[in-house]
C-alpha cells in the first residue's frame, strides 16, 4: 500500500460523491444553465454571505481572476513572500495583470495590520499604487497556520482608511474554519474577495470558487472566458462540490488530529530537529544531517511520498484517503527508519 502524503490533492471521489456527479442535471455554464453549477454558486455564496460567486477549474485561476480585478497595470499587490499567489502560480500576477508585487517578512506566513500599514506606497511618482493586500488561510508555507478574525479585522481597517481591497486565498479556509470555530460569513464580511478550494481537503476531483460582489463576478466571469475558463456540463464537476459541502467539512478535524500524530512520530526521527507547529492537516518537517532527498528516498522505499518543501524541509498533508489504518501503518514504517 503506498500511502501519498504530498498533498490533499491526491485524493480519489468517494463512492457517494461519483454517485452525486453522475446523476447532476447539467446544461451550458457559458449560457449560465447549468443548474448544478447555479446550485454550487448559489450555496456558497449564501454560506459566506457574499453575494456572488463563479466556478472556476482552480485555485490559481479564483486568485488570479481575483488580482486581475482588483489591480491595473503599475499597481502593487502586497502579501507574504511564502503566499501562493506569488510562488507558486507562475509569476501570474506579473503575466496576467502586469502588476509588481510587495513581498512580507512574517512568523508562519502570517503578516499583520502594522506590516501592512507601513508596506503601502506613497503618493510618488516613483512607486507603483498599492491597490490590494492579499492573505493566505490556512498558510501552506507556514504549515497550514490559522488567522483568526482578531487578526484580520485590523487589516480590514487599514484597507479601508487606504482604499485597498483585500482578497483571500481561502484553498484551505475550511480547514482553519474547523479548528477556529469561526463561521464562513464572518469571514466573507472581512474581504472583497475570497477564493476556496474543493480539490483539497473537501476531497473533489476539480473545482474552486470565487467570491465577491455581483459587479466583481460579473467581471470576474469575462476574465474567465477570456483565460479559456468557461466550461460547459460543468455540473458534473459541481455536483461533488456540493455533496463535498454537505459531507466533508465536519470530517477535517480528523485530518488534523492525524496530522499531529503523524507530526509527533517524525520528531521521534534523529535527524528531524524541528516539526512546524501542528495547526490543521499540514505538517513540515525540518530535516538536520540529512537532504530532503535522502529522506524522500527512504520514505520512497517505505512506499510513503512526501514532498520536499525548501533546502531543509519536507512536507506532509493529510487528507480524505489518509485513514487510522493507514495512519497506523505510516507509524510502523516509519518507526523502522
Ligand atoms: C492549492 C492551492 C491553491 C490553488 O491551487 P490549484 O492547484 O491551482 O487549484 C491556491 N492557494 C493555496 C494556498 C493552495 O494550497
Given at each position: 500500500?503506498?500511502?501519498?502524503?504530498?498533498?490533499?490533492?491526491?485524493?480519489?471521489?468517494?463512492?457517494?460523491?461519483?454517485?452525486?456527479?453522475?446523476?447532476?442535471?447539467?446544461?451550458?455554464?457559458?449560457?449560465?444553465?447549468?443548474?448544478?453549477?447555479?446550485?454550487?454558486?448559489?450555496?456558497?455564496?449564501?454560506?459566506f454571505g457574499m453575494e456572488a460567486a463563479m466556478f472556476c477549474p482552480s485555485g490559481t485561476m479564483t486568485n488570479q481572476?481575483?488580482?486581475?480585478?482588483?489591480?491595473?497595470?503599475?499597481?502593487?499587490?502586497?502579501?507574504?513572500?511564502?503566499?501562493?499567489?506569488?510562488?507558486?502560480?507562475?509569476?501570474?500576477?506579473?503575466?496576467?495583470?502586469?502588476?509588481?508585487?510587495?513581498?512580507?517578512?512574517?512568523?508562519?506566513?502570517?503578516?499583520?495590520?502594522?506590516?501592512?500599514?507601513?508596506?503601502?506606497?506613497?503618493?510618488?511618482?516613483?512607486?507603483?499604487?498599492?491597490?490590494?493586500?492579499?492573505?493566505?488561510?490556512?498558510?501552506?508555507?507556514?504549515?497550514?497556520?490559522?488567522?483568526?478574525?482578531?487578526?484580520?479585522?485590523?487589516?480590514?481597517?487599514?484597507?479601508?482608511?487606504?482604499?485597498?481591497?483585500?482578497?483571500?486565498?481561502?484553498?484551505?479556509?475550511?480547514?482553519?474554519?474547523?479548528?477556529?470555530?469561526?463561521?464562513?460569513?464572518?469571514?466573507?464580511?472581512?474581504?472583497?474577495?475570497?477564493?476556496?478550494?474543493?480539490?483539497?481537503?473537501?476531497?473533489?476531483?476539480?473545482?474552486?470558487?470565487?467570491?465577491?460582489?455581483?459587479?466583481?463576478?460579473?467581471?470576474?466571469?469575462?476574465?474567465?472566458?477570456?483565460?479559456?475558463?468557461?466550461?460547459?456540463?460543468?455540473?458534473?464537476?459541481?455536483?461533488?462540490?456540493?455533496?463535498?459541502?454537505?459531507?466533508?467539512?465536519?470530517?477535517?478535524?480528523?485530518?488534523?488530529?492525524?496530522?499531529?500524530?503523524?507530526?509527533?512520530?517524525?520528531?521521534?526521527?534523529?535527524?528531524?530537529?524541528?516539526?512546524?507547529?501542528?495547526?490543521?492537516?499540514?505538517?513540515?518537517?525540518?530535516?538536520?544531517?540529512?537532504?530532503?532527498?535522502?529522506?524522500?528516498?527512504?520514505?520512497?522505499?517505505?512506499?510513503?511520498?512526501?514532498?520536499?518543501?525548501?533546502?531543509?524541509?519536507?512536507?506532509?498533508?493529510?487528507?480524505?484517503?489518509?485513514?487510522?489504518?493507514?495512519?497506523?501503518?505510516?507509524?510502523?514504517?516509519?518507526?523502522?527508519?
Open positions: 500500500m503506498i500511502i501519498d502524503l504530498r498533498s490533499d490533492t491526491v485524493t480519489r471521489p468517494t463512492a457517494g460523491m461519483k454517485e452525486a456527479m453522475f446523476s447532476a442535471p447539467v446544461g451550458d455554464d457559458v449560457f449560465g444553465e447549468d443548474p448544478t453549477v447555479n446550485a454550487l454558486e448559489e450555496k456558497v455564496a449564501k454560506l481572476i481575483a488580482i486581475r480585478l482588483h489591480t491595473r497595470i503599475q499597481t502593487e499587490v502586497i502579501c507574504h513572500k511564502y503566499s501562493h499567489i506569488y510562488l507558486y502560480e507562475g509569476g501570474g500576477i506579473m503575466s496576467n495583470s502586469l502588476a509588481s508585487v510587495k513581498l512580507l517578512e512574517g512568523d508562519l506566513g502570517k503578516i499583520t495590520a502594522d506590516q501592512v500599514k507601513a508596506a503601502i506606497n506613497p503618493d510618488d511618482v516613483h512607486a507603483p499604487e498599492t491597490t490590494l493586500v492579499s492573505l493566505e488561510n490556512t498558510m501552506n508555507k507556514g504549515g497550514g497556520s490559522i488567522y483568526t478574525l482578531d487578526e484580520i479585522i485590523p487589516i480590514r481597517k487599514i484597507c479601508d482608511e487606504n482604499g485597498l481591497k483585500l482578497h483571500l486565498d481561502g484553498a484551505r479556509l475550511f480547514n482553519a474554519l474547523a479548528e477556529s470555530g469561526e463561521s464562513p460569513a464572518a469571514w466573507g464580511a472581512q474581504f472583497d474577495t475570497i477564493s476556496i478550494c474543493l480539490s483539497k481537503g473537501l476531497g473533489c476531483p476539480v473545482g474552486s470558487l470565487l467570491l465577491g460582489s455581483k459587479a466583481d463576478i460579473k467581471r470576474a466571469r469575462k476574465v474567465r472566458k477570456s483565460w479559456g475558463g468557461g466550461m460547459r456540463q460543468a455540473g458534473f464537476l459541481a455536483a461533488a462540490g456540493i455533496y463535498a459541502l454537505d459531507n466533508h467539512v465536519l470530517r477535517l478535524t480528523e485530518d488534523h488530529a492525524r496530522a499531529r500524530a503523524l507530526g509527533e512520530m517524525l520528531l521521534k526521527l534523529s535527524f528531524v530537529s524541528e516539526v512546524f507547529p501542528v495547526a490543521t492537516n499540514i505538517v513540515i518537517a525540518r530535516l538536520e544531517g540529512i537532504s530532503p532527498e535522502e529522506f524522500l528516498k527512504i520514505l520512497a522505499e517505505k512506499e510513503i511520498k512526501a514532498v520536499k518543501f525548501g533546502p531543509d524541509l519536507v512536507r506532509f498533508v493529510t487528507h480524505l484517503d489518509f485513514g487510522d489504518g493507514e495512519l497506523e501503518e505510516f507509524g510502523k514504517r516509519v518507526g523502522k527508519i
